[in-house]
């Protein structure tokens, strides 16, 4: 007894004819026809009145039915990566330190519910140190923003990042109708050790223009930047998803979206080692949630 043949039957029962099943089942009629007389050879007895339309199943066909419907049904909606199927692992995520405090906890809070059985190992580091991670192992994938990507990398994009222009309140800039990197450069600016480097420009573009800023700090983490930029110490550039809600309240925030262009943040693995069935489950997730309404709703300025 196959479930090619379960499946024809219970189309039958549902839809009162043998070519209306096998276009619901996706196969021709005759062979839907074959599959119902092997069924039929292996119960011993006829489980349809033949030459009644519509087709009718006889009262042992119709018990079958009724009894194979849901275990078909649930057979069919069954999955290699369904969640019941998956097997207990860890897999290691490695991620930049700006990623990792804002945009990761929401991606480990989507994975909790959707794979209970896969922990997950979170590593934190600079770009390089990331990437270091993935090459020697530790980390099965690593999520970075694209600069240049060794060869020995597969790369997929993951989203766009913009970026925003943090102020303390009532700063001048924050009311600058044509505001322009050559304006932003005239003040001091605090820089993080993990994001863009404090001298010779903050991105590709300018760093080819030659722009310079005029650091002042430079901090370990981006909330500690924030929080010296509230007190007036200077002024920053950072991800618009490193914005939290209660920034508002203490921070001018001017996306410079218009300005800049912006960044793409990816999911980097070894090229010639592909991830177990566990990690391509996670990213492929990642790539759902980060369109989803619920996980943008979590970034007030968007990514």
Request: a neutral charge; proline letters at 7%.
């Amino acid at each position: 007894m196959d479930l090619k043949s379960l499946q024809v039957l219970c189309a039958i029962a549902e839809l009162g004819s043998v070519s209306k099943a096998a276009d619901h089942v996706g196969i021709s009629q005759p062979a839907a026809s074959r599959h119902l007389a092997s069924l039929e050879k292996e119960m011993g007895e006829p489980l349809v009145y033949r030459g009644r339309r519509p087709v009718q199943l006889t009262q042992f066909g119709t018990a079958i039915a009724q009894r194979a419907g849901p275990l078909v049904q649930d057979i069919l909606e069954l999955s290699p990566n369904s969640p019941e199927l998956l097997e207990e692992s860890t897999v290691s995520i490695a991620a930049t330190h700006d990623f990792t405090a804002h945009v990761l906890p929401y991606l480990v809070l989507a994975a909790g519910i959707q794979y209970p059985q896969i922990t997950l190992n979170l590593l934190a580091g600079n770009r390089t140190a990331v990437l270091n991670m993935v090459e020697s192992g530790e980390a099965d994938f690593a999520i970075v923003p694209k600069v240049t990507i060794s060869r020995g990398f597969a790369y997929n994009s993951l989203f766009m990042s913009d970026l925003a222009l943090v102020l303390p309140l009532g700063h001048p800039l924050a009311e600058e109708e044509d505001l322009s990197m050559a304006k932003i450069e005239e003040w001091p600016r605090i820089t993080w050790r993990t994001g863009p480097p404090a001298n010779g420009g903050s991105l590709d573009r300018y760093r080819k223009e030659r722009t310079r800023f005029k650091p002042v700090l430079s901090l370990d983490s981006l909330t500690s930047v924030k929080t010296y930029v509230a007190l007036g110490l200077g002024i920053a550039l950072g991800p618009k998803f490193a914005i939290d809600p209660w920034d508002e309240t203490r921070l001018n925030i001017v996306s410079l979206s218009r300005i800049v262009p912006g960044r793409e943040i990816g999911i980097v693995t070894l090229r010639d080692k592909p991830l177990w069935k566990s990690g391509k489950l996670l990213t492929d997730m990642m790539h759902k949630e980060v369109a989803s309404k619920e996980f943008l709703s979590y970034f007030p300025y968007g990514l």
